[in-house]
């Protein structure tokens, strides 16, 4: 695909969005389009200029009017991507290169606390030490002492 930011950044307006959802049931064109979403035809146009940019729309002129459609190719490329996006798989705590010692796997949510680290390496990796038992908190190591 290549475009996920372009893409996303295209559908993440409401009216956007609206648009796309409008043109998956049915073609239209600028003016039913407006009179559906009650916007000005110009707010219209300047919203299908983005998704056309982004790849999501083709038009095809008909007699005077360009009617649109949704190019469902790019949406199953967008679905592809969040798919490959949902399946990376968190990476292991390796305290071993982080120079942290493992005294207290036990209490770990994912067995690998941290509490000897140095504390360059404490604050960037793992967050500052939590006030209450003298726990670290962060992203995928929480204690759970009791």
């Not at 095809?60 to 360009?66: L, T």
């Not at 949510?109 to 500052?128: I, K």
Request: charged content about 30%.
């Amino acid at each position: 695909m290549g475009n996920e930011t372009l893409v996303l950044k295209a559908i993440s307006d409401d009216t956007r969005l609206k648009i796309v959802k409008l043109l998956l049931q049915h073609n239209y064109c600028v003016k039913a389009l407006a009179r559906r979403l009650e916007l000005t035809e110009a707010a219209i146009s300047q919203h299908l200029k983005v998704l056309r940019e982004a790849g999501l729309l083709v038009g095809e002129k008909r007699g005077y009017f360009m009617h649109y459609d949704v190019n469902r190719e790019e949406l199953l490329k967008l679905s592809a991507y969040f798919k490959e996006f949902a399946e990376i798989q968190r990476a292991a705590c390796n305290p071993e290169n982080e120079n942290c010692a493992q005294s207290s796997r036990k209490n770990c949510r994912a067995h690998q606390v941290q509490e000897e680290c140095p504390e360059e390496v404490q604050l960037f990796c793992h967050g500052p030490k939590s006030e209450e038992k003298g726990c670290e908190k962060n992203g995928h190591c929480e204690c759970h002492k009791s």
